[in-house]
């Protein structure tokens, strides 16, 4: 039981509330976006809060990238670990003007462990035009932004996000989840961010944590996971699978664009991200349906030749779950099972995949 | 018109409410702090001392205080030790009364301030890095100023209008503990009436200006 690992978020709670037990020991990747992801009551959020030190968790163990939060010797307090933490209800001092909000946090970080100014995170969270205003002026969406900027102006070494944009309507989400990809991209600081939005996980995260009851019942990469046929948790219409694309060219004349996966292309509504770009696409299970011969004569325009890995009952009695293999891509088909008796499904089986609709994540 | 022992009692009033007032201030964030915080079962005993004289006659106060701090009591055995003499008849025995009797007026708006902050700006704070302590002054203070503005405010007011607690501990001592209030009292006793109704007057324009204040400074709901 070291917990001195140089790298990675690892992470043992065992905390006891009359009627609910957090029980989990995790090992996290060091780096990148991970999503805790469960529906409410999970206790993903009590973990977010016991690994912020904001949740008393006797006999807890934390260590982040080698530095030991929390063992048996070890307590740190909330304000002494190097975390940012972003709140669902964006927390900002309601007495001090945005300016002052940002300064909060970096002013109380020493001066050596600045990693990250202030002008940066404004920038990044284009929020320069605000700086002036008090919160109360704020929009929503205004305010979440200026709350994740506090948070990084501290030069967080981990940064804490508990469903920064649940209380946010569709429109405003939209508006946020632009910037959080930027945060991805442009910042190295490794992200645990709590949701039950499987559209915010598909498009944000790259390792996913699936809580349920209080133990955490799967760990891995985005892709690998969201492709398991015995996710124990249902996801209904969400299922489907996120695949790792790059745009190789664009067609002017029909406004399309078309991606690379490993294992096969497709072709997606254009949205203006330049050759050579990377970015996800998802596909929903339901959206794909098979065929035992590529199909003339349809509107479907993306076909895939598929591999028939496994299949399992759906949570409808009359549906069935496929897992089908594209390359080195994996793909579900959410079919009835009357139609795979039809098909007379089995492994290894050589089979066309329809794709109805491809979600690209920006 | 005010005579020059009537001016000595304003001037005297004033000092012992003003006194009273940032002694409790001091004396009352701590204990407010804790009953906002606090899960521990004495919660509501200590609570209700600090109340206890909203409800009680202001003699039955002044009496045990009396008791207390008297050659043979506690207090005064200790005050006593300590080369201090005994309080009562002394302007700082009434400054002692004057914090036990107006303590609940500056304790609970404190108290219901804290307690309407609530958890998340110190959760928040302590996220970006600030302590304890740090968080109470940068934070929770100026957050339960309004709180702050209504406690000094009754406590100031209430001292100045105290009277049955002066007159047990502090008897009618010109210039040492003759307040305004008892003055009052005295000239009315004399028959004095002329003089009796200034000094009335002044109190009810006095209050009056005090609620105004507090009215218009620290209107309801504005918080957030």
């Given at each position: 039981?070291n ?14 509330y ?6 989990v020991?995790?090992d ?6 991970t999503?805790l992801?469960?529906?409410?009551g ?5 973990l977010l ?16 990238n ?6 048996e010797?070890?307590?740190r307090?909330?304000?002494q ?5 972003v ?5 900002l ?10 300064q909060?946090g ?31 002026r ?9 709350g ?24 405003l989400?939209?508006?946020?989840l632009p ?11 490794p ?8 559209d915010?996980?598909?498009?944000l995260?790259?390792?996913?944590v ?5 133990h955490?019942?799967a760990n891995?990469p985005?892709?690998?996971?969201l ?27 029909w ?13 997606v ?10 970015a996800?696409v ?7 349906s ?7 004569g349809?509107s479907?325009l993306?076909?895939l030749?598929a591999?028939?890995?496994d ?21 579900l088909?959410r079919?009835?099972?009357?139609s ?23 | ?13 004033l ?30 005993a ?6 206890l ?6 003699t039955?106060?002044?009496f045990?205080?009396l ?15 300590l ?5 009562p ?12 009797y ?22 928040a704070?302590a996220?970006?890095?600030a ?5 109470f002054?940068?934070?929770v ?20 209008g105290?009277f049955?607690?002066?007159?047990m ?9 003759r ?9 009315v006793?004399a ?6 109704h200034?000094?009335a ?11 105004l204040?507090?009215?218009?400074l ?5 918080r957030r």
């Amino acid at each position: 039981m070291n917990s001195g690992n140089a790298s990675g978020i690892r992470a043992r709670f065992r905390i006891d509330y009359s009627g609910f037990l957090l029980d989990v020991d995790l090992d996290l990747p060091g780096r990148g976006v991970t999503a805790l992801f469960g529906h409410s009551g999970s206790g993903k959020t009590t973990l977010l809060r016991a690994i912020a030190g904001l949740e008393p968790a006797p006999g807890g163990r934390l260590a982040v990238n080698g530095e030991v939060w929390q063992d048996e010797a070890v307590f740190r307090p909330t304000w002494q670990r190097p975390l940012g933490y972003v709140f669902q209800e964006a927390s900002l001092f309601p007495h001090l003007s945005v300016q002052a909000n940002l300064q909060y946090g970096q002013t109380r970080v020493p001066a050596a462990a600045r990693r990250v100014s202030l002008d940066q995170a404004v920038a990044l969270l284009d929020i320069g035009h605000l700086l002036g205003r008090k919160p109360a002026r704020l929009s929503g969406g205004e305010r979440q932004r200026v709350g994740i900027a506090r948070a990084l102006a501290t030069s967080p070494r981990l940064l804490l996000m508990d469903e920064p944009l649940a209380a946010l309507d569709h429109a405003l989400k939209q508006e946020i989840l632009p910037y959080l990809e930027r945060l991805h991209d442009e910042l190295d600081i490794p992200v645990l961010y709590v949701s039950h939005a499987p559209d915010e996980v598909a498009r944000l995260a790259d390792h996913i944590v699936v809580m349920e009851g209080g133990h955490a019942v799967a760990n891995g990469p985005l892709t690998d996971t969201l492709a398991r046929l015995d996710l124990p948790i249902k996801l209904g219409e969400d299922v489907g699978v996120v695949l790792d694309a790059v745009v190789t060219a664009r067609d002017e004349e029909w406004h399309l664009a078309h991606m690379d996966f490993p294992g096969g292309h497709l072709w997606v509504r254009d949205q203006g991200l330049p050759v050579g770009h990377p970015a996800r696409v998802r596909i929903l299970a339901r959206d794909v349906s098979l065929a035992r011969a590529p199909v003339t004569g349809t509107s479907i325009l993306n076909t895939l030749p598929a591999i028939v890995v496994d299949s399992v009952a759906d949570a409808h009695p009359a549906l069935t779950l496929v897992k089908l293999r594209v390359g080195e891509s994996l793909l579900l088909a959410r079919l009835t099972l009357r139609s795979a008796h039809a098909l007379e499904l089995t492994p290894g089986q050589l089979l066309y995949a329809q794709i109805k609709a491809v979600a690209l994540l920006g | 018109m005010l005579g020059d022992s009537d001016i000595a009692a304003i001037v005297l009033t004033l000092k012992l409410a003003s006194v009273t007032t940032l002694l409790l201030l001091f004396i009352g964030t701590p204990i407010a702090w804790w009953l906002a915080r606090t899960r521990s079962p004495w919660k509501g005993a200590i609570g209700a001392v600090v109340a206890l004289p909203i409800v009680l006659p202001p003699t039955v106060i002044g009496f045990y205080l009396l008791v207390a701090m008297g050659p043979n009591g506690p207090v005064g055995q200790l005050t006593q030790s300590l080369g201090l003499g005994v309080l009562p008849f002394t302007f700082s025995g009434l400054v002692v009364a004057s914090v036990f009797y107006s303590m609940p007026f500056v304790v609970q708006p404190i108290q219901n301030a804290f307690e309407a902050i609530g958890e998340w700006p110190l959760e928040a704070a302590a996220t970006l890095r600030a302590s304890p302590l740090d968080t109470f002054f940068s934070v929770v203070l100026p957050l339960a100023r309004p709180g702050y503005l209504t406690a000094s405010v009754l406590g100031f007011a209430h001292t100045v209008g105290e009277f049955g607690v002066v007159l047990m501990i502090g008897g009618n001592i010109p210039d040492k503990t003759r307040v305004v209030s008892v003055q009052i009292y005295d000239h009315v006793e004399a028959m004095e009436y002329g003089q009796a109704h200034w000094l009335a007057a002044i109190m009810v324009a006095f209050s009056f200006v005090v609620l105004l204040l507090l009215y218009t400074l620290n209107p309801t709901g504005r918080r957030r």
